[in-house]
């Protein structure tokens, strides 16, 4: 499966960007999900949603970010708002296949993933 993100970019605090994710293949049961990393950082899973909806999200991210699909599903979106210049990092959307729970998904935040796409936000 491939995964090609996009809409990353540098704003000021404060401010609005929404990630897309567009996969080249669905699957009936899977989680899928937004993870942030630096290289040679440890990853945060940051937002996921699985094949019945549920969504799940990281403390530090509650209330700020969305994370939703198309009607179809092949595309997977974050909206971020309020951006925290700690929000800044390279952002990578994966699919695990093996994952029916969202919470799960959150705390292992592995599986088939994109190239990233970097976020960075000024003070």
């Known amino acids: 499966v491939e995964l090609v993100e996009s809409g990353g970019g540098s704003v000021q605090a404060g401010g609005s960007l929404r990630l897309s994710c567009t996969q080249s293949?669905?699957?009936?049961?899977?989680?899928m999900g937004w993870f942030r990393q630096q290289s040679g950082q440890d990853r945060e899973g940051v937002a996921s949603?699985?094949?019945?909806?549920?969504?799940s999200y990281a403390d530090s991210v509650k209330g700020r970010f969305t994370i939703s699909q198309d009607n179809d599903k092949k595309i997977l979106y974050l909206q971020m708002t309020s951006l925290k210049p700690e929000d800044s990092d390279m952002y990578f959307c994966?699919?695990?296949?093996?994952?029916?729970?969202?919470?799960?998904?959150?705390?292992?935040?592995?599986?088939?993933r994109g190239q990233g796409t970097q976020v960075s936000v000024s003070s």
């Open positions: 293949r669905l699957y009936l049961k899977y989680c």
């Open positions: 949603i699985d094949s019945d909806g549920s969504t």
């Open positions: 994966a699919v695990d296949h093996s994952c029916r729970e969202s919470a799960t998904w959150i705390r292992r935040p592995f599986g088939y």
